[in-house]
Nanobody, 124 residues
Framework: QVQLEESGGGLVQAGGSLRLSCAASVRTFSNYIMGWFRQAPGKEREFVAA????????EYPDSVKGRFTISRDNAKNTVYLQMNNLKPEDTAVYYC?????????????????WGQGTQVTVSS
């Protein structure tokens, strides 16, 4: 059973930065896609970033490209989401997810495992 636990959310002013962490319970994620999603009140869950645990290029939607960066630390079994130049519209609960595949997907339903989420609030 894979367990994911997010941390690092909080309140930040517009233009500020936060780094989210996702600690994974399974040692071997070599054939997984690791993703970040977010969900604002009254809205659908939205894709934010994804990368192969084995490395390579990451994927981002236009709304966060150039501001957010996904990365991982193999030794710590942890995935990160560095968020810079935050905007009020980035306010949401952020979720870490894992997909048992080597192919990228932006669809939440295609991810097998989810964390509990961490709140990010950006004030104007």
């Amino acid at each position: 059973q894979v367990q994911l636990e997010e941390s690092g959310g909080g309140l930040v002013q517009a233009g500020g930065s936060l780094r989210l962490s996702c600690a994974a319970s399974v040692r071997t994620f070599s054939n997984y896609i690791m993703g970040w999603f977010r969900q604002a009140p009254g809205k659908e869950r939205e894709f934010v970033a994804a990368m192969r645990w084995s490395g390579g290029n990451a994927e981002y939607p236009d709304s966060v490209k150039g501001r957010f960066t996904i990365s991982r630390d193999n030794a710590k079994n942890t995935v990160y989401l560095q968020m810079n130049n935050l905007k009020p519209e980035d306010t949401a609960v952020y979720y870490c997810a894992a997909r048992s595949s080597v192919y990228y997907s932006m669809t939440p339903d295609s991810y097998n495992y989810w964390g509990q989420g961490t709140q990010v609030t950006v004030s104007s």
